[in-house]
């Protein structure tokens, strides 16, 4: 079942005419892990943005599940690169704005988002306001929110991409676990990188965009049980493709 | 009167007017780089400039101007006293902003400038010219354009107080020119405010503008490459940081401190600890003296006696023009800022809308409405309100784009949003706004509380305040030293009561200054800093 389809979406900005993306087709199917990777600039994070129905595409139409998204709605989830928590909220009412669009009794969203933040193994930082948390910690934060409303889809960000490379692949293993116990709802990621060993050790599906106007160069899909033998030759040759794929822009 | 005459006249008025702006501004960054330079490199001078500048820039010097303008006729003839005293008075509005703009932007020098330095040996002034200068050059701009606005007020406020006055009065300039065409008709009067709104837009444009653009280079630029630190200061704290830099300093004196990691000279905790008790226990003491100074003198009791009521009676008309701004800065700036996300848009109107100050209007509000308490509610709305406004407008202008994007992503609507998000997202700016707007205020009470025509009659008058004491004080009406007996009903003030009077008056609104400042705005601003940036 096609969870997330990208029908020939295109984008430019109105006012410039800078043409960012063209004609970019694609689906993520139910339980599918999506990685888009690019070269920086080529509008990774504004295509996120189109599926989210955060920005109206110029062009195409994004669907969910068969009906055209216009706006943001419960079913999809987002997480930032930069975590994005309300400085001015503590942690436990961070993960309740992720409950806004709930109709549970304020006492229940209370409930929900410190189980939640347990889950995410910050219980006791409940009343912390999220300067006082590191990075890694944030960012926990954020996904506990993106979750919150047991959305079917999670978008995501670089969502890595602000954290040390230690955090980052302890997060990233974490991100793995919860997928494969399945103890949430959601059954399709859609993640943008810029970091190719990341997407080979978590995508399904990886795809390529070239340099803008972008436009999907490639499509290669991953297989292999998580958590990934990073040493493997197959894990190699799936970087040896994507960087292949990219290498081929850069030189055009 | 001709059109054309008038508005040669006004500009030749304004045109006054300008040229002692810009020699107080060029005064201004002149101190501003020799002290904050000064008090960035030497630790020792740290310790006395700050407190001393974070004291003197929150105290409403306009309020000193009957003082100012006392000593500097007594010392000087008519014309340059009357001129020095006003250029005085606008260096004193402008000077303390830029001093911890050239002290911030030389504090938060990466290191490795100076490592630079010194590996090429440079001498001071080589040092001074290519790596203090210049490193403080952006935050001198962006300050001097706050000071301007500042000081405009202060420049126009001066003119017209200076008006009340018999032999001392400036003789040219826009604040003249407003006070006097008052009395001849309201075309007159229209075409001042447009020839001086003019002169407002033609600076921003002609001056500052360019000089904003030339500063940029100088900007040091985040690095591109994304670091950890540079994806944090992307985020949403990064934003509040920045913010609060914006904050008139007193409140951000410790700001610095915080969160740079590679900066220059960076004190430890315990110098910022000792420091800190070492200003309170100063002000406890010099508070004591105080009081038994005046438990001990009949003289000084009795001013008291005169100058508590007045401080009260304009503690409180100040608080409630602030609150009424409150009113309606807020649902005005949310609505600008997050349901109409135009404020961009508006951003350029309500700068020069701040900077355009109030008491332009006071003669024609204390000719039309003349009920004292009236006036003084009108100019005092109207000299905070743009402050108070501007600062929320400023503060959320930088707001991280992911704050609306979480709004929308999660449907964060109605009164969760108004309690999670835009309340909470303007607390910064209105402490901002706060300092700032009810600072205006009590500087523009020794005109709004007290207003003289050019022919020295009274206008408009409360029942008492600061601004009327202070008024009446020294400034001796055209009608002679009667004006205190007429107003208060107390016996006729000898000179040196009458300096006594407004010595006791100064007192009271400084120790008033600070103590608000320590117990309600550095408190919360401290609460606020550590949610808002860690």
Redesign the interface.
């Known amino acids: 079942m096609n969870m997330i389809t990208l029908e020939k979406v295109s984008f430019l900005f109105e006012n410039t005419k800078l043409e960012i993306m063209d004609s970019i087709s694609f689906v993520a199917r139910k339980g599918e892990f999506v990685c888009i990777v690019g070269p920086s600039g080529c509008g990774k994070s504004t295509l996120l943005r189109i599926i989210a129905g955060l920005i109206p595409p110029s062009s195409g139409r994004v669907l969910f599940a068969n009906h055209e998204i216009t706006e943001p709605n419960r079913k999809i989830s987002f997480v930032f690169q930069d975590f994005a928590l309300l400085p001015w909220l503590t942690n436990v009412e961070n993960v309740k704005i992720g409950l806004s669009r709930s109709d549970i009794s304020d006492e229940a969203k209370d409930k929900k988002a410190s189980e939640l933040l347990d889950r995410f193994g910050l219980s006791g930082f409940e009343d912390y306001y999220p300067n006082a948390l590191s990075g890694g910690m944030k960012q926990r934060v954020g996904i506990a929110r993106s979750v919150a409303s047991d959305p079917q889809v999670l978008l995501m960000d670089e969502p890595f991409s602000s954290l040390d490379e230690l955090t980052a692949t302890s997060l990233r293993s974490d991100i793995v676990y919860m997928l494969e116990n399945k103890n949430i709802s959601v059954n399709s990621v859609i993640m943008v990188t810029h970091n190719v060993e990341e997407a080979v050790e978590l995508a399904d599906k990886v795809i390529v965009l070239s340099d803008k106007p972008s436009h999907v160069k490639k499509i290669i899909n991953i297989s292999g049980e998580r958590p990934r033998d990073k040493r493997s030759g197959q894990f190699a040759a799936y970087m040896d493709e994507i960087y292949a794929a990219l290498a081929k822009d850069i030189e055009q | 009167m001709d059109f054309f005459a008038l508005i040669l006249q006004l500009i030749l008025d304004a045109s006054a007017s300008w040229i002692r702006m810009f020699i107080a501004l060029g005064i201004s960054i002149v101190i501003s780089i020799a002290v904050g330079i000064y008090a960035a490199v030497s630790p020792r001078a740290e310790r006395v400039i700050l407190p001393v500048v974070d004291i003197l820039q929150t105290v409403p010097i306009l309020a000193f101007f009957p003082f100012a303008l006392y000593i500097f006729v007594v010392f000087l003839p008519g014309f340059i006293g009357i001129n020095a005293a006003v250029i005085f008075l606008i260096v004193t509005s402008m000077v303390w902003n830029i001093i911890f703009g050239v002290y911030e932007s030389i504090k938060t020098l990466p290191k490795e400038f100076l490592e630079l330095s010194d590996l090429y040996q440079f001498d001071r002034m080589e040092r001074l010219k290519s790596i203090y200068i210049p490193a403080a050059l952006p935050r001198i701009v962006e300050q001097s354009i706050l000071s301007w606005s500042i000081g405009l007020f202060y420049l126009v406020t001066s003119e017209i107080f200076s008006i009340g006055i018999s032999q001392d009065q400036v003789r040219w300039g826009i604040g003249v020119a407003f006070a006097t065409l008052v009395y001849q008709g309201a075309s007159q009067y229209v075409t001042a405010i447009v020839v001086f709104i003019c002169f407002v837009v033609a600076t921003r444009f002609l001056f500052f503008r360019p000089l904003e653009k030339y500063s940029v280079r100088y900007m040091r630029q985040q690095a591109r490459v ?1 670091q ?1 630190a540079q ?2 200061e ?4 990064g934003w ?1 940081s920045r913010n609060i830099s914006r904050a008139p300093s007193v409140l951000t004196s410790n700001r610095i401190l915080k969160g740079r990691k590679h900066v220059s000279h960076l004190p430890t905790p315990k110098t910022r600890h000792d420091l800190r008790m070492l200003y309170y226990a100063g002000l406890a003491a010099i508070m004591l003296l105080l009081i038994y100074v005046f438990a001990t003198n009949r003289m000084l009791l009795e001013l008291e006696s005169v100058v508590f009521p007045a401080i009260i009676a304009s503690f409180v008309r100040i608080w409630f023009a602030f609150a009424v701004m409150l009113a309606i800065a807020i649902p005005l700036s949310v609505y600008l800022i997050f349901m109409s996300r135009q404020s961009s848009k508006y951003m350029i109107v309500f700068q020069i809308a701040a900077s355009i100050p109030a008491t332009i209007l006071l003669p024609a509000i204390a000719v039309t409405l003349k009920s004292g308490e009236l006036v003084a509610f009108a100019v005092f709305l109207l000299s905070g309100i743009w402050y108070v406004i501007f600062s929320v407008m400023a503060s959320t202008r930088t707001l ?1 784009q ?2 609306f ?2 709004k ?6 109605g009164r ?1 949003a108004w309690s ?2 835009y309340i ?2 303007i ?1 910064p700016g209105l402490i901002t706004g706060a300092v700032t707007g009810i600072a205006a205020e009590w500087n523009a009470s020794i005109v709004a509380e007290y207003f003289t025509n050019a022919s020295g009659n009274l206008v408009s008058s409360v029942g008492t305040g600061l601004g009327k004491v202070l008024d009446l004080s020294l400034v001796t009406c055209k009608s002679g030293a009667s004006c205190w007996t007429a107003q208060y009903g107390l016996p006729a003030l000898s000179g040196s009561q009458g300096l006594m009077l407004m010595g006791v008056a100064l007192l009271n609104l400084v120790v008033m200054i600070i103590l608000i400042n320590t117990l309600v705005w550095k408190r919360m601003y401290r609460k606020v800093s ?5």
Request: glycine share 10%.
């Open positions: 994304p950890p994806g944090y992307r985020t949403v704290i509040v991280p992911s704050v994007e979480v929308k992503i999660f449907g964060v609507k969760s999670n998000i909470k997202a607390v550590k949610i808002y940036m860690g």
